[in-house]
């Protein structure tokens, strides 16, 4: 049975027990549930417990992502140099599928200061317009080394 399915079966059941469906008293069951699983994971596949954890650091990631370049491109447009060094980078792809490869574009996209331009038609490679780079290649591992690594642990 999927574990999510019988998650949510654990929170109605609190739900049925406590005599509260509201949405408050079912997330408190749903926590329960999470956690009752979570001491009989051994019984399960590991990898179900792990993948919401991924996500959430994904999604971490991806707001201090937004944070940080957010305020880079605030500071770089109000400076009186503006001295950009704007440049499109060719990024060698580690994701397969192409919901990996859509999800890692879009994220970029998404980032202040930097546009998924293009994807090579083999998907081996994606074309990155950054607004302001100083080193290609530390662009390259950053997204590589945030973005891609944990896009890659959420699917697996």
Known sequence: MNLFLLNLILALVWGAVTASFEPANLMVGF???????????????????????????????????????????ARDTISPKMDFRPAIIALPLDVEHDVEVMLLANLISLTPGTLSVDVSTDRSTLYIHAMNVDDPAALRREIKDGFERLIKEVVE
């Open 31 to 73: 926590a329960l549930g999470f956690f009752s699983l979570w001491l009989v994971r051994h019984r399960f596949d590991e990898h179900n417990f792990n993948r919401p954890i991924r996500i959430l650091r994904l999604i971490w990631l991806f707001v201090a992502e937004l944070v940080l370049s957010a305020v880079r491109v």
